[in-house]
């Protein structure tokens, strides 16, 4: 992909939305205290840097993005907020296709990259971005090399990691999946959003299944 110096891109462009969300992102990760936390921050690249143009694109996901707002908490809601707001700005993509998980998933599963490999924020020590994933929605057991915090920005879904018992986790909680760990979510009746940081490990991977 193209890149280019930009060290204040305009706010109304897709690089500029993205330097906001990921400044608001660091507000919300500086307020948890977790020892995990630490070696991704230290790769959260500087401000500044080069910016890699990116093209929006959009899913069929999008359709809950209005709903987004009353699912949220009082630390989540900024940042859970300003996504909603620049979601029509930002590149949407999708890791599986109709094979995996079925076509029905596609209709209600994407996520979209601030930082990384992909994302208009180059890294490549540090991935990060939102999942998004519509009600009533199955993300099967999968998993990856790269070591993974997710924190829930809206929605309440069911988790769950390895062989422990699938649990509720409200917006604001801190979920830690070390490297190959498998996980999975299950949503009920509300869309989720969430957080995503991957580091240590192929930062494009397409998760294994199961
Ligand atoms: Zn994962």
Redesign the pocket.
């Known amino acids: 992909m193209p890149s280019r110096a930009v060290s204040n891109p305009s706010a109304t462009t897709a690089e500029g939305f993205c330097f906001a969300l990921a400044a608001e992102a660091r507000r919300l990760l500086d307020r948890f205290d977790d020892a995990h936390l630490a070696p991704f921050l230290a790769e959260w690249p500087a401000s500044g840097e080069a910016v890699r143009t990116i093209a929006p694109s959009t899913l069929p996901v999008l359709r809950w993005v209005a709903d987004l707002a009353r699912g949220g908490s009082e630390r989540t809601r900024p940042l859970t907020t300003a996504f909603a707001a620049a979601a029509g700005s930002l590149r949407w993509q999708q890791t599986y296709g109709p094979a995996d998980f079925g076509p029905d998933f596609l209709g209600r599963y994407g996520w979209t990259e601030l930082i990384g490999t992909r994302g208009p924020i180059p890294s490549t020590a540090l991935a990060a971005g939102v999942l998004l994933l519509g009600p009533e929605t199955d993300y099967p057991r999968?998993r990856?090399e790269a070591e993974?915090i997710y924190i829930p920005l809206s929605g309440t879904a069911v988790w769950t990691k390895g062989d422990a018992e699938p649990a509720r986790r409200a917006p604001g909680t801190f979920i830690h999946?070390p490297s190959w760990t498998p996980?999975a979510m299950h949503t009920t009746n509300e869309p989720l959003l969430a957080f995503?940081l991957w580091r240590a490990g192929d930062l494009a991977q397409k998760?294994l299944i199961g």
Do not use: A, L, T, W
Request: hydrophobic share 0%; no cysteine.
């Open positions: 999968h990856h993974e999946h996980h995503y998760s």
